[in-house]
């Protein structure tokens, strides 16, 4: 019976419906991540950085809902605000790369020629070296700490949307809707934000929406290995760390902060997975 009114049922609805249930879940999840990190000090049952020694290593109890670390701190409590500063970083660290790559690859796009030439150049110089590479070699120059992640990622991480709008912006460009306003006075500037803009932002803002995981990754790697968020502020990847060595006997510390990143990750990629489809059936 339920095949019957399966095949009865046309492909393209169901896949609008599994885009649309995919869009909403990824959105949930991060809405439900978002509303964690804005109301941390409603929702912490402790100060993430009171210290309590005669409470450390504690299982999960009533009293502390995923348990203490070594030093006696709230794991829940620091989990909600480590959301709250890895949110924070993901979010901002996304924008400079955005507006840099969108920016060369309008005008690579739009121009060519040697314009073309020179991003295509940068792009392949940055792609030659491996992403981690690059970003811990210019943490470990920079220094440590939110600023140097945001200036390190402003600088290499500008290559996806480049590439992207480029090509997306070589095709508009040739397209007789763009060559009507070229046409009708426009000026280059004029054409670009009018036109071609607002064609190329969606694909933006699904790559937006899946570089805020990467970048929340990266911050979570940077942190573990002792380059990204400095204690006592909590995050992810320092309080995984600092659970490593006791993995084996309280395995709540490191579990419990990647629970929180894996469920994070996952919402944004079913945001970013249901955006990109959403927009692909629209076009």
Do not use: K
């Not at 620091?78 to 400079?96: C, E, F, H, K, P």
Request: a neutral charge; glycine letters at 10%.
């Amino acid at each position: 019976m339920s095949e019957t009114l399966a095949a009865t049922v046309p492909t393209r609805v169901r896949g609008d419906i599994r885009h649309r249930a995919t869009l909403v879940a990824g959105a949930a999840i991060v809405a439900l991540v978002a509303l964690a990190a804005v109301f941390a000090p409603w929702i912490a049952t402790h100060d993430p950085l009171a210290q309590d020694l005669t409470a450390g290593l504690q299982p999960p109890s009533a009293e502390h809902w995923l348990g203490t670390d070594q030093l006696g701190r709230d794991i829940w409590s620091r989990i909600v605000y480590a959301a709250r500063t890895d949110l924070r970083v993901g979010v901002l660290a996304v924008i400079a790369p955005a507006l840099i790559g969108t920016f060369i690859g309008l005008v690579a796009g739009y121009f060519g020629s040697w314009t073309n030439r020179i991003a295509t150049f940068l792009i392949d110089t940055n792609l030659a070296f491996p992403f981690y590479v690059i970003v811990l070699a210019m943490v470990a120059f920079l220094g440590s700490g939110e600023g140097a992640i945001y200036v390190t990622f402003a600088l290499v991480a500008w290559v996806n949307y480049a590439r992207v709008v480029g090509v997306v912006t070589t095709g508009l460009a040739a397209e007789p809707w763009v060559q009507a306003a070229r046409g009708g006075g426009l000026s280059s500037a004029a054409v670009l934000t009018r036109h071609v803009l607002p064609a190329v932002l969606p694909q933006v803002i699904v790559l937006i929406v899946n570089d805020i995981v990467f970048v929340i990754l990266a911050i979570v790697t940077l942190s573990y290995l002792g380059l990204g968020i400095q204690p006592p502020t909590p995050n992810w990847g320092g309080m995984i760390a600092e659970g490593q060595a006791f993995l084996t006997t309280r395995p709540w510390i490191s579990l419990a902060p990647g629970a929180a990143l894996v469920f994070t990750g996952i919402g944004f990629a079913l945001l970013a997975d249901g955006a990109a489809d959403r927009m692909r059936g629209r076009r």
